[in-house]
């Protein structure tokens, strides 16, 4: 089945620095690519997502990059903010109908 | 409504009682989800329901039992857990592409505790 490794497990970064989480994965048949935010106490909730037939995706201060060659994708967060600190979960969807494999999660601390 | 809710919030169970957890979704999705979420892990894929359907059941023990009565509602059915299934229970909702996967909306959870 699909296996998927994220790190970093967890991050430190100032406020208005950038933060980059990464992803891998193990199934080349995966072409379903999400992020999800948790805060403490709340449900996930989509930030963004990639499908295997792009490269990269903005929306506003984050940004998704994809490698199908290496099979990695990355989160990228400019300008972070205080609020952005939460758990951070990369995802990776194939064949198998519905299914996604998250990755272990990168608590992100954002200090002001 | 964008939102999928979850009944009830938290739930305390011993280890021989009944009890069921309950989702409810009316953004017209055909598939519904549930996860198992440990503190500081991800969630876990319990069961996929497609058009009322069970579609994959990754292997869960017997004492966990879902349902979907209808395409709005999905129900997990307890009975005989053991201390180690205390843990956030996630239902989420997607819709259905035959050729693609979707935006999956999650519940806020129930946190059972089983003693």
């Known amino acids: 089945g699909e296996n998927v490794e994220q790190h970093p497990s967890t991050l430190s970064v100032q406020e208005g620095d950038s933060a980059v989480i990464k992803c891998t994965y193990s199934?080349?048949?995966?072409?379903?690519f999400p992020w999800y935010k948790q805060e403490l106490g709340k449900r996930p909730q989509l930030i963004i997502d990639i499908r295997s037939n792009v490269g990269e995706k903005k929306d506003q201060r984050i940004a998704v990059t994809l490698n199908k060659t290496a099979k990695h994708f990355s989160l990228h967060i400019t300008e972070t903010q205080p609020e952005d600190s939460a758990v951070y979960f990369c995802?990776?969807?194939?064949?198998?109908?519905?299914?996604?494999?998250f990755g272990q999660g990168t608590i992100l601390t954002v200090h002001p | 409504d964008t939102e999928v809710t979850q009944t009830p919030k938290h739930l305390v169970m011993g280890m021989t009682n009944k009890k069921s957890l309950k989702c409810e979704q009316h953004m017209g999705h055909r598939a519904m989800y549930w996860y198992k979420q440990k503190a500081k892990k991800p969630p876990e894929l319990m069961f996929v329901y497609s058009y009322e359907k069970l579609s994959i059941n990754e292997s869960v023990p017997s004492r966990f039992s879902p349902e979907c009565p209808n395409s709005s509602l999905l129900n997990l059915h307890l009975h005989a857990l053991q201390p180690e299934d205390s843990a956030l229970y996630l239902c989420?909702?997607?819709?259905?592409?035959?050729?693609?996967?979707?935006?999956?909306?999650f519940g806020p959870g129930t946190r059972l505790t089983v003693l």
């Open positions: 199934d080349s048949a995966s072409n379903y």
């Open positions: 995802a990776a969807g194939g064949t198998s109908y519905g299914k996604l494999t």
């Open positions: 989420a909702s997607s819709q259905v592409s035959a050729s693609m996967h979707n935006e999956q909306f």
